[in-house]
């Protein structure tokens, strides 16, 4: 029977590719692509929350903000960054090179501990 799955963690993930005989291998390259997280993020400005939504998409991912900040009407808002496990390392490192660390590390924290 088709359905739709809910994969809360790499175990559950695993366990589904297992099921349907995908190759260890297989397993250990898309796990990561599978688990979908959402981070929120309070109190940041709008050209770090505009750049944020530029990151994500590039790499495959989205940022919701408050209407407004697009044109800078918001000064702060907060943001719910959506990505698949894989794509936060990449934002992250992304961050990192533009010399945003506090912002990186924040994110970074939040991945690590879910």
């Known amino acids: ?3 739709v799955l809910y994969l809360k963690n790499m175990i559950d993930v695993q366990k ?11 397993i ?11 981070v929120k993020l309070k109190g940041i400005s709008f050209g ?12 495959g991912g989205e ?7 697009a044109n800078g009407d918001v000064q702060t ?3 719910l960054i959506g ?5 936060y390392p990449q934002l992250i490192r992304k961050l990192k090179l533009q010399c945003e660390i506090e912002l990186a590390n924040r994110i970074q924290i939040l991945v690590n501990n879910w």
């Open 63 to 69: 940022v919701a903000v408050a209407k407004g900040v």
């Open 77 to 79: 808002t907060d943001i």
């Open 48 to 59: 770090c929350a505009n750049m944020l939504k530029q990151q994500m998409l590039s790499i």
């Open 28 to 38: 250990n390259i898309m796990t990561n692509k599978f688990l979908f997280l959402v």
């Open 1 to 3: 029977m088709d359905k």
């Open 83 to 87: 990505g698949t496990v894989e794509q």
């Open 16 to 26: 589904e590719m297992k099921k349907i005989g995908v190759s260890i291998s297989g």
